[in-house]
C-alpha cells in the first residue's frame, strides 16, 4: 500500500502565503542514487539561484515526455534526442532563460552545457538531460555553467529537495514538490517529485517543468510507459491560460537503488508487481498539476471543470478546455459571478456534440440551469455566497452519455495581467 506522508513543514517557512498555496509542504526523503545542488550562475537576475544539478549514479534509467509545440526550445530538442539511449547520470535546469527560439546559438548553448556537466560528473554527454524555462528569445550564455557545474558535482547532497524545487522556479510563488512510499516486491520504494509552473500553460505532454525520481528498479520502457500513461489525467488535463509552452519538460529518473533491497527489477509497465507503484506514481503526478493550477499566474481560486453526460471521453476533454480556457468564465469566477451563460457559451463554441435543451450547469454542487433554461429553484443569494470559496467546482451535464473528464484551472485576474503585461522587459 502506498503511503503519502503528512504534510508537515508549515509552508509559509518557505514562502509568503497566498490564497490557493498548499498550507504546509511534505518533508522530503532522500532517495538512494540521487543528489542534488543548486547555485546562482547570474543566468539573468544577480544573486538569485536559478541553476539545480541532479547527480545520479550508475545505472539509472530516465523516461521523458515534451511539449508538442512545432517551435520547441534546444533543451527539448537535446533531450529527445538523448532519451533513446535510455541512461541517465545528470540533469542539468536552469530559470531565467528558456534557450528557445535561439537558432544554432541555442544549440550550442545546449551542447557546451552537456560538455561542462559530464566533465563535471564524469560521464557521457549523452547522459546528460537538460531543461530551461525563463524568457524566449534571449541567447543563453552557457559560459556561465563553467566552474560552477564542477563545484555543484562536488558538493552535491541527497537533501536538498526544496531548495532544488526553489531554483527551477519563475513565477511561481511556492514550490511545488510531492512525495510517496510504497511497496514493491517486498521492498519499500520511494517516489519523489517537483514541478514548476505558473503562467503559459496548456501543457499537450506533461507541464513547464516537472522531475521525478525514484529508486524503484525499472527499466527505460516501463518507466516511459507509466509516464506516457500519466500525465493524460493530470498535466494534460491542467491549462492556465491555452498556451502550450515552447518548453515543457516532463523526465521520469529511476535509480533502481531499491534493488539492493530486494525490489524486483521491472522491464514491462504491465507487471502485476507494478500496480500499487503504478497508483502512487500516478498520484504524485495529479498532485504536482493540482499545485501548479494553484499557483497560476494572478490566481485567486482554483477551478475543476467537470463534463459529465458525454459521448465520448475525448469529446468531454475538448468541452472542459473550451469552457476552462474562455477569459470570460474565468474572469467571472475571478468577480465570483456564476455567470452559467458564458459557460453555456463555451460548451457551444467546443463543436463538440451538445444539446442545448438538455443542458445542466452547477457551480459548486449547486445546480443554476436545468434543461437549458435557469433551474427554477435558483437563489441568486445561495449561489453568490457559493462563489466565494477558494475553489470553484463547474459541472456541465450534458445529457447525451455515459462519458464524463475533468480539467484542472484558475480564474484570470487583474494580476495575471500585470505580471505577463511586462514579464521580458
Not at 116 to 131: E, H
Request: aromatic share 4%; hydrophobic share 45%.
Amino acid at each position: 500500500m502506498q503511503r503519502f506522508p503528512p504534510r508537515s513543514r508549515k509552508l509559509a517557512d518557505v514562502h509568503r502565503r497566498l490564497p490557493l498555496a498548499p498550507p504546509d509542504v511534505p518533508e522530503m526523503p532522500v532517495i538512494a542514487g540521487v543528489r542534488l545542488a543548486t547555485a546562482a550562475a547570474g543566468i539573468r537576475y544577480k544573486g538569485r539561484t536559478d541553476v539545480l544539478l541532479a547527480l545520479l549514479d550508475k545505472g539509472t534509467t530516465v523516461a521523458g515526455v515534451f511539449t508538442k509545440s512545432k517551435c520547441p526550445s534546444a533543451p527539448v530538442e537535446w533531450c529527445r534526442a538523448k532519451l533513446k539511449g535510455g541512461a541517465a547520470r545528470a540533469l542539468v535546469v536552469n530559470s531565467g532563460n528558456a534557450n528557445a527560439f535561439t537558432g544554432k546559438t541555442g544549440k550550442a548553448s545546449t551542447a557546451l552545457t552537456a560538455q561542462i556537466a559530464a566533465k563535471a560528473v564524469g560521464c557521457s554527454t549523452s547522459d546528460v538531460f537538460l531543461a530551461s524555462t525563463g524568457v524566449i528569445g534571449e541567447p543563453l550564455d552557457a559560459t556561465k555553467f563553467d566552474g560552477v557545474l564542477a563545484q555543484l558535482a562536488e558538493t552535491a547532497t541527497p537533501d536538498l529537495w526544496m531548495d532544488a524545487a526553489r531554483a527551477i522556479m519563475t513565477t511561481d510563488t511556492f514550490p511545488k514538490v510531492a512525495t510517496a512510499t510504497v511497496k514493491l516486491g517486498k521492498a519499500k520504494v520511494t517516489i519523489n517529485g517537483m514541478a514548476k509552473g505558473a503562467g503559459m500553460i496548456m501543457p499537450d505532454m506533461a507541464t513547464m517543468l516537472s522531475f521525478i525520481f525514484t529508486d524503484a528498479p525499472l527499466s527505460a520502457g516501463a518507466l516511459q510507459s507509466l509516464l506516457k500513461a500519466g500525465v493524460e489525467d493530470t498535466f494534460n488535463a491542467l491549462t492556465i491560460d491555452g498556451d502550450t509552452s515552447t518548453s515543457d519538460t516532463l523526465l521520469a529518473f529511476a535509480t533502481g537503488a531499491a534493488a539492493a533491497n530486494g525490489a524486483p527489477k521491472i522491464s514491462r509497465a504491465s507487471d502485476p508487481r507494478l500496480k500499487a507503484f503504478a497508483k502512487a506514481f500516478q498520484q504524485i503526478l495529479a498532485d504536482l498539476s493540482e499545485q501548479v493550477a494553484r499557483d497560476g499566474e494572478g490566481a485567486r481560486k482554483l477551478v475543476e471543470v467537470v463534463v459529465e453526460g458525454a459521448t465520448t471521453k475525448p469529446s468531454a476533454r475538448k468541452i472542459a478546455m473550451s469552457i476552462a480556457n474562455s477569459p470570460l468564465v474565468k474572469t467571472a469566477i475571478a468577480g465570483e459571478d456564476a455567470n452559467w451563460g458564458r459557460v453555456v457559451m463555451a460548451v457551444g463554441k467546443a463543436g463538440e456534440p451538445a444539446n442545448r435543451d438538455k443542458l445542466s450547469i452547477s457551480f459548486n454542487g449547486i445546480r443554476v440551469a436545468k434543461s437549458g433554461a435557469r433551474d427554477p429553484s435558483y437563489d441568486e443569494k445561495e449561489v453568490s455566497e457559493a462563489m466565494k470559496a477558494p475553489k470553484i467546482q463547474i459541472k456541465v451535464a450534458l445529457g447525451l452519455g455515459k462519458a464524463k473528464d475533468r480539467v484542472l484551472t484558475c480564474d484570470l485576474t487583474k494580476e495575471y495581467v500585470a505580471i505577463n503585461g511586462d514579464y521580458r522587459s
